[in-house]
């Protein structure tokens, strides 16, 4: 028999093998079976997103916010979205949004830095990344953008202390990992 756990399970897999369009009707059939469940909204909201859907992906994160305003993935995929329509009021909105909720994410962190960097923000965008090392210090991309920064606010010396921290990681290590997630 087929359970909203299943179906959410089998969605989350057809989605990490990049086949997010059979993965959106498992979601809708379970969310069919608990309407009420923020975490197959999400997962649905990250299929659509992956189709490039962003209208739809949109509307199923704030329903997943509207169920649970906790969900922070929820906030940071709106803000992630807002980012690649160039919406960034509102994609900052997100980002802070997330950040009261769980302000220890250095994914977070490092999306809302690449906002500002962005908008030519660079003091705001050096400090996000920085609250993104301290708390990840590995964070591949982090670094690479907190070395951008400096070399922007011309801190010479800490650029180049971060492109030798650079140096000495493998390039994948620390990269951000998507989350889709399980009831």
Known sequence: METASSLNDSGIALTEANRPYEAIPLFRKALIMEPENPLLWMNLGIAQQRTGDYEEALNSFQRAVFINDDLTEAWVSMGLIYYEIEQFDLS????????????????????????????????????????????????????????????ELQDYRAAAEFERILGQLPPDMGRPIRFIYNN
Request: glycine share 4%.
């Open 92 to 151: 900052e909105e997100c980002y802070q949004s997330a950040l009261v909720r769980d302000d220890s994410s250095p994914k977070t962190w490092n999306n809302l830095g690449v906002l500002y960097f962005v908008e030519g923000s660079y003091e705001e965008a050096r400090h996000c990344f920085e609250e993104a090392v301290s708390m990840a210090p590995m964070y591949y991309e982090a670094l690479y953008n907190l070395r951008d920064a400096c070399r």
